[in-house]
């Protein structure tokens, strides 16, 4: 286990422990949705040109998908505004530790727990994404919407429970972040089993316990149980690559799920928005037509039907070649891992493809984000045509290839029968499918 | 029920630096991969004329293959708005709209696979109007290819006992 | 307690940022003046033109800011010389307008922007003192009572293309009336084909001679600096719809009815093909500018009364003329326009 402790490091502590900056972070994040909201709403209605439309599906998407998740794990949860006036209004204050806030703290029903949800919102995403992604009006709508989602549920239900049950973003910030180098964790079990306080997961507005963080996907990096902690047995680490897929033993069904859906969502956004086919691209974008229609046929046929199956299929004969009685479901959750490296670095060569091009479209809209004929910082007239270069489509090839060699690692730890050579070459085919459908959709 | 794995079976180890003859096996194919000239004749050079014709959303033909050296002509036709061709990495840009084709004219003779996009605004999914512009073969989606294949080959190897 | 009490103030601080810079901005800091005029410009079937009524007194300016909320617009006024302005969807255009005489000017869209671009027009209602806009003459047609709406074809055709520089040869025995402009304007080309036929001073010239010399009258009637104006003017106007070679094979009639002449049940039918010598050789230019000014006629022609002058419309009718004469040798200049547009 190879670990570094930054949160020893005498800035770094205090850059945590202390609660201004965060705070600081936040306000601006806030406020900045609030803004964002407003662009959209008021702002000029042509999409490359709205402040909105921009900084949701450019910046703030390019920023997540290439630094915030692989680098950071679930690190924008901690600054995210959506949920941010809820939390507030449950802990009483903007800057003091939990204590008595409003809302009805009800615990979010058993139900509904687990990425089940967060599977289905993002297959729902999808289906309208190519309306939303251009229409500045619909993307402030959809903004205000999960903000005062998040707030009524904030009110309504304990802690972040939008953030760990409902929002899609965040059910995939949250697969994807076992992946990342940093982590928070306790330092010493012992000295936690002596502590009777639990002052940590009192305060912890994500409802986890820190002595049980055995992966990434919960916490959201707040740092309040670092802060509250009398014992100071609280650290954050760098730690290699992808090293939660390692030590987990049981992957769930819905964690499952959400992968697949992950891996079918990239490849339609890769068809519609980066392919050449203007058939699929007016299909998906004229919402309640009957070509839409078909267009949400195929698309739940792809994400609930097509890969799902080809994933059991290559599980079950897997396990079949291994030639041992083992229980598919087992097998099922447990090969799943393999779809987290294959997913990130999936949607990384899709942002790569995706985000780099359009990027020449930020300076104009930060000059003049309302489309007034502003030119705050001298770049409103700077706009040019972006273009995928042979580099781009370099280092979209070895992105996609590392996924590739690195699922491939997963479903070797995965494969636990006695043969697992056997067992892991269907599942390697599926990878190395997978691989071969990016790699033609993007550089094809 | 479960199954009991018998305790004396191991799982070979991924180990790939173990026999460094393989590491170094690998590492010679795969720069073969990256660098090696593709040994395929491409036929003689000619002159080639498309007509391209924009719309909401998408460009007809979308999808335009030639040979390397070959004199292309490009025209722009707009069927409905005013609309614009911008070809990755040969520095073309057109535009045009209904009546008022426009026209280009340039040698093909960088190989690989471009992408054109609408370069002027007309529309909601004006970002995502694209065609592929072919010259030649694509090689860097075969080296890719290579590369995959090469990646799986190497781990299993890797995995031998 | 001082902590959350500052930390109110500064999130209060950043969230008023938040809102009022948006707010603020729209509401005091939209348009260079209280009085400009942010004239929005959208593709007819979303709205056209925000306001398509403009109301101004002489010699006041009119300060407008044009926006386009989707595609490449323009905007210029009919029947002035002031060059068009592009209105491109990102970029604000602001412009002020002076008008020194009262009357009715239309404002136009100069790019096409859907197949009904032709109706995005406004009017500017200008009003005061000062010598009104000269009264447009009644335009021929009305004077002469043309049925621009009756079918007109040529009961004459000539066999191959003729050509007006073999007619300047034999314009020397051309009768006097040939070469006035009433008679020019008033007969089409082939009933002055068949006028000089009957002259007995051209008796011995044969067939397409004839044609040389109508040729001949027609093409003398312009300069090739109005052709040129005109060929602009028929590319940026006509063309999508009439076809760069006047076949009437625009790319914004695809798919529509031909012309049934019998009865206009439709609402909009496939243009004649110009370079058809039955068609255009059938019409005066007095027809033609009829057609031009109303337009209609159950066809889906716009009108374009408002928007050309008449110098324009003459070198548009010599320009529709030559797709005829030209059509057989196939010698159409096509429109080889590589331009260069402002990117995005």
Known sequence: MIRLEISRIPWVQTLLRNRWPQFLVRAVTFSGVIFTILAGLMGPLVGSYNFAVIFVWIAWWTALKLFFIPFGGRSWCSICPIPMSGEWLQRGGLITRAGKGWGMGKRWPRFFRGNWLQAWGFIIIGLFSAVT??????????????????????????RRSFCNYLCPIGGFIGLYAQTAPLELRVKDPAVCAEHTEKSCYINCPWGVYPLTLKTNTDCGLCMECLRVCSKDNIAVNLRPFGEDLKSKNQFRLDEVFLGLVMLSSVLIDSAIFLGSWGDLKSAAFAVGSIPWWIFVAAFLLVSLGILPGLYIFAVWIGVRLSGERSSLKQALSNQGQALIPLGLMAWIA??????????????PVLSDPLGLGWNLFGSAHLAWVGESTPFTAFIQVII???????????????????????????????????????LWLLIG | MESLTPLTSVKPEFQPFKRWQGFVVALVVALLIVFLPF?????????????????????????????????????????DVVHGLSLDNYG?????????????????????????????????????????????????????????????????????? | MKTEILARIILFIFIFAGITIPVAGRVFFATPSSTTIELHARIPENGGWSMDHIQA????????????????????????????????????????????KPGTYTYYCTHWCSPNHWRMRGTIEVIGRGQNLDPEPLPL???????????HPALITPDSSPSAGRGAQLAGSLP?????????????????????????????????????????????????????????????????????????????????????????????????????????????????????????????????????????????????????????????????????????
């Open chain 2, 39 to 79: 040994p395929f004749l491409s036929p003689a050079p000619s002159a080639r004329i498309f007509r391209i014709e924009a719309s909401n959303f998408e460009f007809s033909p979308s999808e335009i293959y030639v040979n390397p050296g070959d004199r292309v002509t490009l025209e722009l036709i707009s069927t």
């Open chain 1, 350 to 363: 899709f942002t790569v493809s995706f985000a780099f091009v359009k990027f020449s479209y930020v300076l």
């Open chain 3, 176 to 344: 006097l009336y040939a070469t006035e402009l009433n008679t020019y304007q008033t007969s089409s080309p082939a009933q002055l084909w068949l006028r000089l036929r009957k002259e007995s001073k051209l008796s011995k010239l044969k067939d397409e001679e004839i044609w040389d010399l109508v040729a001949f009258i027609c093409q003398n009637r312009t300069s090739s600096e109005t052709l040129s104006q005109a060929s602009r003017l028929y590319a940026a106007n006509c063309a999508a719809c009439h076809g760069e070679n006047g076949k009437g094979d625009g790319v914004v009639v695809r798919g529509l009815p031909e012309m049934d002449t019998q009865s206009m049940v439709h609402n909009r039918v496939h243009p004649p093909d110009f370079t058809n010598s039955k068609n255009l050789l059938g019409a005066s230019p007095a027809l033609l500018e009829g057609k031009m000014i109303r337009g209609g006629m159950g066809t889906g022609m716009p009108y374009w009364g408002p928007i050309f002058t008449e110098e324009q419309m003459d070198g548009l009718i010599s320009y529709l003329y030559n797709f005829v004469w030209q059509f057989t040798t196939g010698n159409n200049s096509s429109h080889n326009s590589v331009t260069s547009y402002p990117s995005k």
């Open chain 3, 141 to 151: 047609y009305l004077q002469l009572g043309i049925d621009i709406d009756a079918s």
């Open chain 3, 57 to 100: 007194s002489v010699g006041e300016p009119i300060h407008l800011r044009l926006i386009s909320d989707d595609v490449v617009h323009g905007f210029a006024i009919g029947k002035s010389d002031q060059p068009a302005l592009e209105i491109i969807p990102g970029k604000i255009v602001d412009t002020t307008l002076v008008f020194d």
């Open chain 1, 133 to 158: 992604l251009t229409s500045a009006r619909l993307t402030a709508f959809v903004l205000l919407f999960v903000v005062l989602l998040a707030l009524v549920l904030s009110l309504i239900f304990e």
């Open chain 2, 92 to 161: 073309i840009s057109l535009s045009a709209e209904p009546g008022q084709p426009a026209k280009v004219t340039f040698v093909a003779n960088q190989p690989g696979i471009f992408r054109f996009r609408c370069s002027v605004t007309c529309g909601n999914l004006h970002p995502f109007i694209l065609g592929k512009f072919q010259v030649g073969q694509n090689t860097l989606l075969w080296r890719a290819i290579a590369g995959s294949i090469l990646i799986i080959g190497f781990g299993f190897w890797s995995f031998r006992k």
């Open chain 1, 400 to 438: 996609l290839l590392v996924g590739l060699f690195w699922s491939f690692l997963s479903v070797w730890r995965a494969s636990e029968s006695s043969q697992p050579i056997k067992q892991a070459i269907p599942m390697i085919g599926f990878c190395f499918l997978f691989t071969l459908s990016m």
